[in-house]
């Protein structure tokens, strides 16, 4: 596999990443800005997702309606979401239309309108989607999750909760904006057909702006909250845990892909077949690696009904620490070709590319090429992954459930 | 890209899509049967067989078949709809003969008894599962009500006590009249050696014994009902809509795609401005289901209980207003440029391409290409849609609600 990544940085410190492919026609871009919930000021983690609505509701010289159609008249499909440390906007659409679409989203960023009629609106739709949250929870559970493991402010729901919505202002979501679309700090993504110097001359006149300010990262603070039950009268009990492990930096990451993939990679892994396959205790039941720049955990879902949800607790937090005792050269080699067929099949898409490119260069600096990843894949054995478990136990879960019963947690 | 096309004398078809430059590939096996070619007494059966289809041969055990997926790293998994059961995986090129190969050994199952009980647990759990995923529930519910006692309104998942009281000797019955080799397409697309394939594919399959196979097609208009079922544990009303659209194999289908994307895609629509710009409603969208036979506009809506009459008159008022004066030509153009880059992006992926190719075999018997759907849909004019609106009209659909008790908002 060969590939090439762009990189240029312009004047006022904002990074412009591209990586081409050859065979798509299809372009993806991202724009991450320094405005993830773990950024925002206290009381206020909500504003996000009314300003990621907001900032769509009428740019530069475009209203709502006009701006909307000028981004459908493209055909571009847009993505956008709120992270603990940025908000990130963007979309995929055919490459002959990337350098217009460009041009309507410095306007979003710069120049949008942010007239109070519209703000009162994205306000209404913000809390509603946190009133919507009470009928989805397997999500409740994970955002949950999150907030209760990772030091705070690190782990901020960014749907927010609906007092600090509704205690909002229109000032005040001006004034974070203003602070937070920081363009120093933010990292454009490019990934599909494009001309990279035609995207940096392009970018030079839209984001070369004088910035002076800069957004610290917050000080975080450490919680325990070893178990958390939210009642709720549905059909399953929602069980989510989160164990600490190391950060994507670290020279033991791959070990901890690796392992987790061990666990939870494919339907031959351990979680799948001890607590479905074996005991049909489960149908949804998986686990994941999820790194922030600060600090990084394994993060388990399962949904099952009320009255095996110890069970299937148990068997999961055994699952976990049985990992140490063994793994097979079977099972590591299964865990390695998953992870880099995983890899591979990604590369062909160009939304997942640009997703990739950016989160590399925000967390560790730089961009990881696909060859460096398989290599450090491939350099794993049964003894990397068993001296990493063994020096990193994976004990210490936070735990959330959603349901009607509650667990006992070890 | 290469088409391939070859038909066993058991009826089989092999159809593949050659692209050299991929890096990758996908193949899986279409079975044109689902919940809607089932019984009362065996509802959920198509589901649960998809489930079981995993759980290995006379030579390989459940956990055997798994291994034997991971060890080739293929990203693999299966779906059943109410008239299709699809298994699939996308690979790298040098796995995809190792992985066809297993799905072909799967495609006859041994069906143990042991297996079949452990797995019935897993079905309830799923069961239980979509209860507490409202959006999902209430367009199940609203098929049901839609097709009114027609096998099309049948639930994928079939319910607790159908689940409990199927045999496994009711599967096998399943099994041996639904997946004949003349009811199959095997499909395959991106990077792999087409000779190859079909020479594995042979000899095995080869020797399934096919099955006088059929299914009644009744182009449904729906009841028109409309119900509202309380749950004291939801907080938002959550509503689908579902009104008479065209078939498959109806060349109108791309005009209705079309018509879903100007009233109901999720941003730019009717919908979008009046319902969610005007924070209405917090997702309001319609698609259009072609079915085999017959075809289906749902809505689905989420909003506050309070908004919800609300809501409705105002997705009436919409459906009236494109039935009096029609779409603009720039309605038109913007939702084609939507459908048609979403259209690019989606078969840029070889497993997403599968699924069209598997599709269009399925339904039409056709090979289409990417330029094929791409003109089809540039074509489509404001009279096509007119006199769509003229002849499916939106206002006689069925309504289906599930919401809090209406104190609760």
């Given amino acids: 596999m060969v590939e090439k990544i762009d990189k240029h940085i312009l004047k006022n410190g904002m990074v412009l990443l591209g990586e081409p492919m050859e065979v798509v026609e299809s372009a993806a871009f991202n724009f991450m800005l320094p405005m993830g919930a773990s950024l925002l000021p206290d009381g206020c983690c909500g504003a996000g997702t009314v300003i990621i609505d907001w900032i769509f509701r009428g740019a530069g010289a475009r209203g709502s309606k006009e701006l909307c159609d000028a981004l459908d008249s493209l055909g571009l499909h847009r993505s956008g979401g709120i992270s603990s440390s940025h908000m990130t906007i963007g979309a995929v659409l055919e490459a002959s239309n990337l350098h217009e679409s460009l041009d309507i989203y410095r306007d979003v960023i710069r120049s949008s309108r942010l007239e109070a009629d519209q703000f009162e609106l994205s306000k209404q739709l913000a809390i509603d989607v946190v009133k919507g949250l009470d009928d989805d929870p397997r999500q409740k559970v994970m955002l949950k999750l999150r907030e209760k493991f990772y030091p705070e402010p690190l782990g901020r729901n960014s749907l927010g909760d609906i007092e600090e919505l509704e205690a909002l202002t229109v000032d005040k979501a001006a004034e974070i904006i203003k602070m937070n679309f920081n363009l120093s700090q933010a990292i454009f993504m490019v990934a599909g057909k494009y001309d990279f110097s035609e995207v940096v001359r392009q970018a030079e006149n839209l984001f070369e702006t004088d910035e002076s300010n800069s957004i610290e990262a917050p000080t975080a603070i450490a919680h325990e909250n070893k178990y958390t039950h939210l009642p709720n009268d549905g059909a399953q009990v929602h069980i989510g845990l989160m164990t600490r492990t190391v950060l994507p930096g670290d020279e033991d990451y791959y070990n901890a892909r690796v392992a987790v993939s061990v666990l939870s990679g494919g339907m031959s892994a351990r979680l799948f077949t001890e607590v479905r396959e074996k005991r049909g205790l489960c149908y949804a039941v998986g686990a994941r690696y999820h790194g922030l720049k600060e600090a990084a955990g394994i993060a388990c879902y399962a949904g099952t009904t009320p009255e095996k949800a110890q069970e299937t607790l148990d068997v999961i937090t055994a699952e976990f620490k049985r990992l140490a005792d063994g793994i097979s050269e079977e099972e590591i080699q299964r865990a390695k070709v998953g992870l880099k067929s995983t890899l591979v099949l990604q590369s062909e898409s160009s939304c997942s590319r640009a997703n990739g490119i950016g989160s590399d260069y925000y967390i560790l600096g730089r961009v990881r090429s696909l060859d460096e990843i398989k290599e450090k894949i491939e350099a794993t054995s049964v003894d990397s992954v068993l001296a990493f478990l063994r020096k990193n136990e994976f004990k210490d879960f936070t735990v959330v459930t959603i349901g009607p019963k509650e667990v006992k947690v070890g | ?409």
């Avoid at chain 2, 049901?144 to 009281?165: T, V, W």
């Avoid at chain 2, 941003?267 to 009046?274: C, K, L, Q, T």
């Avoid at chain 2, 004019?381 to 206002?395: G, K, P, Q, R, V």
């Fill in chain 2, 1 to 409: 890209m290469e088409f391939k096309k070859k038909e066993l004398s058991n009826g089989l078809t092999i159809v593949g899509e050659v692209n050299k430059s991929a890096k990758s590939a996908a193949v899986g096996f279409f079975v044109k049967t689902g919940a809607r070619d089932e019984s009362n007494e065996i509802n959920g059966v198509s589901h649960f067989m998809e489930h079981m289809l995993f759980k290995g041969t006379k030579k390989l055990s459940a956990l055997e078949v798994n291994e034997a997926f991971d060890r080739t790293g293929a990203q693999f998994n299966a779906f059943t709809s109410e008239e299709n059961t699809v298994f699939y995986a996308a690979t790298l090129p040098e796995y995809l003969i190792e992985v066809t190969n297993l799905w072909i050994d799967l495609m006859r199952p041994e069906l143990r008894d042991e297996d079949f009980n452990i797995e019935k647990n897993v079905i309830k759990e799923e069961i239980a599962m979509y209860k507490d995923l409202p959006n999902f529930d209430v367009m199940d519910k609203c098929r049901h009500l839609y097709f009114d006692g027609d096998s099309c309104g049948n639930s994928i998942l079939g319910s607790e006590e159908s689940i409990d009281n199927m045999t496994a000797e009711q599967m096998r019955n399943y099994f041996s009249n639904r997946y004949a080799p003349n009811n199959m397409v095997l499909a395959c697309v991106g990077d792999f050696d087409w000779e190859r394939l079909c020479s594995q594919a042979q000899s095995p399959c080869g020797k399934w014994e096919n099955q006088q196979v059929s299914r009644e097609l009744n182009q449904s208009a729906g009841s028109g009902k409309c119900e509202r079922v309380e749950n004291q544990n939801l907080n938002r009303e959550h509503i689908c809509l579902m009104s008479q659209g065209v078939s498959a194999q109806d060349p109108r289908r791309f005009a209705a795609v079309l018509l879903s994307a100007i009233i109901g895609d999720d941003v730019g629509s009717r919908y979008f401005w009046e319902l969610v710009d005007k924070a209405l409603a917090e997702t309001a969208v319609m698609q259009f289901g072609a079915m085999d036979g017959t075809g289906v506009f749902y809505s689905y809506v989420q909003c506050s209980n309070e908004n919800s009459a609300k809501v409705l008159d105002i997705i009436r008022g919409i459906f009236q207003s494109v039935g009096k004066d029609g779409i603009s030509g720039d309605e038109l153009k913007k939702a084609k440029n939507k459908i048609l880059s979403a259209l690019v992006i989606k078969n840029e992926v070889p497993m997403g391409r599968l699924i069209d190719l598997g599709f269009n075999w399925t339904y039409l018997k056709q090979y289409r290409t990417i330029a094929d759907d791409v003109n089809a849909i540039r074509a489509v004019t404001i009279d096509d849609i007119h006199s769509l609106i003229e002849e499916f009209n939106l206002c006689n659909f069925t309504q289906l609600s599930l919401g809090p008790a209406a104190s609760k908002e």
